[in-house]
């Protein structure tokens, strides 16, 4: 990417759109099933676990340009803490909100988009790191 094209966003505009992020996506996990809209979308099979990785692989993108560092144990809490977050996700469906359920293959899928994220950065701070030099 050209330098020039190249959108530099400071660290606290970054972790905002990051924790803005995360709390779109609480709210797109958290709402009841029956006031989901009804599409042919939905009709297409593994649509929903395609919307879990997409959402994933965004939210870790996000999470690891905003609060990661060059430290790789920072990058491992930050993935962990995602993950993490999937399962919570999972339980709170279960037990509080209605017309939800628990499903491991979600989980797979959160996991999955995290991963997708993870490799992302380092492929970007990789390609950084060579341009630099």
């Known amino acids: 990417m050209n330098k020039a094209m190249a959108i530099r966003l ?3 505009t970054r972790k905002s759109i990051a924790v803005a ?19 042919k979308l939905i009709t297409i099979p593994f649509f929903d676990k395609i919307v879990h990785i997409v959402l994933f692989a965004i939210l870790s993108w996000l999470a690891l340009n905003a609060f990661g560092s060059a430290r790789k ?9 995602i993950c993490l977050y999937g399962i919570l996700i999972e339980f709170v469906q279960l037990y509080l909100i209605p017309f939800r359920s628990f499903e491991i293959v979600d989980i797979v899928a959160d996991t999955i988009g995290a991963i ?3 490799l992302i950065v380092r492929r970007f701070k990789k390609r950084e790191t060579t341009s630099i030099t």
Request: cysteine-free; overall charge positive; glycine content about 6%.
């Open 21 to 39: 992020y995360f709390l779109f996506t609480t709210i797109v996990l958290l709402w009841p099933g029956n006031t989901l809209p009804k599409t």
């Open 116 to 118: 997708i994220g993870l």
């Open 73 to 81: 144990f920072w990058n491992t809490k930050i993935f962990s803490a």
């Open 10 to 12: 400071s660290p606290k």
